[in-house]
């Protein structure tokens, strides 16, 4: 298939186009290149990509194409807290543009990253795809908007599937150190301590980046009737863990490090455990292959192997917020996140 990744040079993204060129797929990227340079180890190769924000494509960018995978958005809640307004623009305004203008130009198949976050505040026990929304955050609930957006225009020519990923883990060449996995072994590897921000008793689905690409993989193999607007949550449902749990696991991978609590560290309204059997029943051959604890040992090498220190790792280069407050700082972005001038270390690349 052609395909077009958007949001292809983030965390998620530079994992999947691999995936997706190795199964014989021919990739072409696009993004607004906000994280240009905040990379863990060597850059990904380049594929043809658009720079373009999501905001502003229009249905002759998607022509030719046989499928979208949406990825690009405001990606965790202190950037989706940064300017609500924005969040909306970005993940839900523009995710139905997106959308209408694929419909428009003939695009059948849309896979839209979604999220676990959308469940919000449960105590429920295990939720499956039917359970009650409860977002608690507006990144939450622009996931929500976006999916009710997206079924709107489903119909018989136009199949969206809404992935919605548990909270990712993992080494990528975008590497987010605002994820909680991530964040904790970097501590732990940088500064003896694992440090737990919240009580450690929320409850959290874990899955790995390259997993989460593998479930994309599986949605846009499988027969449109299988995945026609239909909602998936991504993850294994064993992989639930809360978050004192993840601590003591990365406390035996990092030698000599301990776990500590922040000062201040409270409740996180978050907490959730979710059940994945779906994605599993209706697509068998996706078979996802990373534990938490796995995880964990392949990102204290990762982190190890690139002399990580903290300085590094708390830095713009791999916090989101950081990064974005930093362009703006610099006049690089505007208050709606849109460039004042192109990034000039960037060069574009035409499909």
Known sequence: MRVLVTGHHGYIGSVLVPMLQAAGHEVVGLDAYYFEGCTLGEEPPEVPALRLDVRDVTPEHLEGFDAVIHLAALSNDPLGDLRPECTYQVNYEATAHLARCAKQAGVPRFLYSSSCSLYGASDDGFLTEEAPFRPVTPYGHSKILAEQALARLADETFSPTYLRNATAYGASPRLRGDLVVNNLVGYAVTTGEVLIKSDGTPWRPLVHVEDIARAFLAVLHAPRERVHNEAFNVGRTEENYQIREVAE??????????????????????????????????????????TVAEGVAQLRDAYQANRLTLEVFTSARFLRIKRVLELQRAGLLDADLRWRVKSPEVKEVKP
């Not at 301990?258 to 996706?286: M, T, W």
Request: hydrophobic share 30%.
């Open 249 to 290: 696991i990365v406390q035996q991978a990092v030698p000599g490090s301990r776990v500590r609590f922040a000062e201040g560290a409270g409740p996180d309204k978050r907490n959730y455990r979710v059940d994945c059997s779906k994605i599993q029943r209706v697509l068998p051959e996706y078979r996802p292959q990373w």
